[in-house]
């Protein structure tokens, strides 16, 4: 029977209830990965010159192709936890066994997508100066985080329909990258509100974990995850109710004898 938003969280929170170990340490794993790439790029392009800037990106972008089977992996442990199937640390190398050049086109598509839309807010960061004033420095402040949010809302949108294609290579991993955004994209034909309604109601949680320095996001992803892992079953129609037979088993009919011609 498909499930609504409640019912999506509350079973995300029964299957990891127990099984935190694996998906946080996973988690902090790829997150320092992203850490140390940044960390790289910018010792490899120091500077703010056009050169350093577009080396820059462009190094980072090849080493989040790399990343991103690691974050492939992360994603089957998750549906993994959802489905009360077995799981282990070696499941964030699943991909590079398992077709890791269908994961890398799917992450190049997806890694296009976010580049692109960060686009304005690197040409902004090169071209515009802070100011001298308090005020042009208040201002220069305030476009920066607007082109932020606006980066950020067009990279969730141009990126929304492709979200389950990590889940549909882990539950079939022969197919190509294209074929699985693709396959993402219908999947997530008529659910776009119910994905960001799910993602909304995570929002209270991340203000809160600000207060307690960000620690209380080690425990929070998981669920998250965990809880995208059940929409993603949910939605490709794992949990409705199998069809009924149009031609149930017919009753035997009771055979008698008669014991008089015994």
Known sequence: ????????????????????????????????????SSYISTALFP?????????????????SLVIC???????????????RETYS??????FFSHQPDHVIVASFVLALINLVTSLPLA????????????????????????????GFALNLLAAMPF????????????????????????????HY??????????????IFSIFTLYLALIWLVPYIETCMAVFYRNISGEF??????PYPPVTPIPQFHDETEA
Request: net charge neutral; glycine share 8%.
């Open 89 to 94: 640390f070696g499941d964030l190398l699943y």
């Open 163 to 190: 979200t389950m294609s990590y889940y549909i290579l882990s539950d079939n991993s022969d197919i190509k990258g294209v074929q699985a955004l693709k396959a993402s994209a219908k999947l997530m034909k008529g």
């Open 1 to 36: 029977m498909r499930k609504n938003l409640k019912g999506c969280k509350k079973l995300a929170g029964e299957t990891l209830a127990g099984n935190f170990t694996v998906p946080v340490i996973g988690s902090i794993a790829v997150a320092a990965m992203s850490a140390v």
């Open 240 to 245: 409705d109710e199998p069809p009924e037979d």
């Open 47 to 63: 500077g703010d010159s056009l050169y350093a800037i577009i080396g820059g990106e462009v190094f980072s972008f090849v080493l």
């Open 69 to 83: 089977i690691f974050s492939a992996g992360l994603y089957r442990i998750y549906l993994n936890i959802s489905r």
């Open 193 to 206: 509100w119910e994905y960001m309604k799910m993602l909304l109601s995570f929002v209270p949680w991340i």
């Open 123 to 150: 040409w902004f960061s090169f071209t515009s100066n802070m100011g001298n004033t308090t005020e042009e420095q208040m201002n220069w402040a305030v476009t920066y985080m607007l082109l932020t949010l606006l």
